[in-house]
C-alpha cells in the first residue's frame, strides 16, 4: 500500500474573500503533516506574495506550454489570469504529507477525474452577499472594478455546490476552523479504520 493512498487531500473552495487563504494557513500552522500546495500562475505578484511560497509566478506562454505537456493535475483562467497544479509537485509532496488545496470550482472538477487521489471537498461560503462584498473592500487588495468582478463571480461560484463533499458558512473563522479540523480528523480516522 503505498503512502499517498492515505495521505489526504483537502480542497477549500470559495468566491473571493470568504477566507479560504486564512484557513488553510492555519491548517498548515496546527498540522505539520499538512503542506499547502503552492499553485502556478501567470499574474503579477502583491507586494507581500513570495514566490514559491504563496505561488510560482510564470509567463503566460510558459502556462500554455505546460498544458499542452500535460503536466497539471488542474488548471483554470480566473479574473483574466492562469492558475494551476503541476502534478510533479503533488505526487512527490504526498508521499510524506497531507496536502491542502486552495483552489475553485474549475480545479476542483479536474482533481475529482483522477481516482488515485484521497480527496476531500469542502465549499466555503459567507451567509450572505453583502458580507461577501464588505470583506472584499475590507482587505484592501483589489481595486473597485476587481472587487465588483469578484463580486460577480458569486453567482457562477455557487452553482457548484453539489461537486463538493462540505459546504461550511465561514461566519467565525474560529467555528469555521474547528468544522474543517472535524472533518480532517473523521477522515482520518476512517483511512486509519480502512488500513489497519
Known amino acids: 500500500m503505498h503512502n499517498e493512498d492515505k495521505n489526504l487531500l483537502v480542497i477549500l473552495s ?3 474573500g470568504v477566507g479560504k487563504t486564512t484557513l488553510t494557513k492555519k491548517i498548515q500552522q496546527k498540522y505539520s503533516s499538512f503542506k499547502i500546495s503552492v499553485s ?21 506562454e510558459r502556462f500554455k506550454e505546460f498544458i499542452k505537456e ?3 493535475y488542474e488548471y483554470a483562467k480566473i479574473f483574466e489570469n492562469y492558475y494551476g497544479t503541476l502534478k510533479k509537485n503533488v505526487d512527490e509532496m504526498l ?11 474549475q480545479g476542483t472538477k479536474q482533481l475529482s477525474k483522477f481516482k488515485n487521489l484521497n480527496l476531500i471537498k469542502i465549499y466555503l461560503i459567507t451567509d450572505n452577499k453583502e ?21 460577480n463571480a458569486f453567482e457562477e461560484d455557487i452553482k457548484h455546490w453539489s461537486d463538493y463533499d462540505y459546504v461550511l458558512i465561514n461566519k467565525n473563522l474560529d467555528v469555521c476552523f474547528k468544522q474543517i ?4 480528523l473523521l477522515h482520518k480516522k476512517k483511512k486509519i479504520h480502512l488500513l489497519s
Open 181 to 184: 479540523e472535524n472533518i480532517i
Open 70 to 72: 500535460s503536466r497539471f
Open 40 to 60: 502556478h500562475t501567470t499574474r503579477t505578484p502583491r507586494s507581500n506574495e513570495v514566490e514559491g511560497v504563496d505561488y510560482f509566478f510564470i509567463s503566460a
Open 131 to 151: 458580507e461577501l462584498k464588505k470583506r472584499l473592500v475590507k482587505r484592501d487588495q483589489n481595486s473597485p472594478e476587481e472587487i465588483e468582478k469578484r463580486f
Open 14 to 16: 470559495s468566491p473571493s
Open 95 to 105: 508521499k510524506n504529507n497531507d496536502l491542502i488545496f486552495d483552489i475553485d470550482w
